[in-house]
């Protein structure tokens, strides 16, 4: 599979602690954005990161890419009860057109 | 703000029926996307579509699966003879640029339960 897989499946802390979540994927990629989904909803976009950049940052998100590596993590700092969700990553490979990978999710808990 | 929409919110089928999904991609956006997700698994690639045509496949979309878009606003996903195993929830997707440089926007889902 030439998915993204995140790890840890599932993540349970208490509010106001950071959350860090990874994806490791196995082919070149053009960019890798995180996605979030509410139980039973849509995903919903968080951030794009490409290929030539390091790291990203977005109000309390964070997120890396090591494309030596082929992994990315992304990190919610001050976690609050609304971030419960799951959050995947999607790839976007390099020579493949208009087609995006995504992973099994983490299932975040933040407890109030 | 523009959104996705997607209907029906939830179907149940009889297993070899035919069900049509319907969606409305954003109105200025040119690439379309199915995904499905079974049981709040991992979102699964099935089709993406751009400039009137199939851009790409995945080995789920066989040929029990086709799209069009058949007034220029609307983006359907059938399923020509359903089995049990369809029974998930399908997103529709859309983007002004593609993954190049765009993120995706979905919809709420279509739930189908195949019986």
């Known amino acids: 599979s030439q998915q993204g897989e995140e790890d840890p499946q599932a993540l349970s802390i208490q509010e106001g602690e950071n959350a860090t979540m990874n994806c490791s994927y196995k082919t070149s990629i053009n960019n890798l954005q995180w996605y979030r989904q509410n139980s039973g909803r849509g995903l919903v976009h968080l951030i794009l990161?490409?290929?030539?950049?390091r790291e990203k940052h977005s109000g309390r998100l964070r997120v890396t890419l090591d494309t030596s590596k082929k992994s990315s993590s992304l990190l919610i700092t001050a976690s609050r009860a609304a971030d419960t969700a799951s959050y995947f990553c999607?790839?976007?490979?390099?020579?493949?057109?208009?087609?995006?990978?995504f992973g099994s999710g983490t299932k975040l808990n933040v407890k109030p | 703000e523009p959104e996705v929409t997607q209907t029906p919110s939830h179907q149940v089928t009889q297993m070899g029926q035919e069900v049509i999904l319907r969606c409305v991609p954003i109105?200025?956006?040119?690439?379309f996307y199915w995904y499905r997700q079974i049981l709040g698994q991992k979102v699964e690639f099935l089709v993406s579509f751009y400039n009137n045509e199939i851009s790409e496949k995945s080995e789920i979309f066989d040929d029990q699966f086709s799209v069009e878009r058949p007034d220029g606003s609307n983006f359907t996903l059938k399923i020509r003879s359903t089995k049990l195993e369809d029974s998930a929830m399908y997103f529709c997707a859309s983007s002004a640029s593609g993954g190049n440089t765009g993120e995706l926007f979905f919809g709420e889902g279509s739930r189908l339960t195949v019986l």
């Open positions: 109105s200025n956006h040119l690439y």
């Open positions: 990161i490409r290929s030539n950049e």
């Open positions: 999607a790839t976007y490979l390099l020579y493949n057109f208009n087609k995006f990978y």
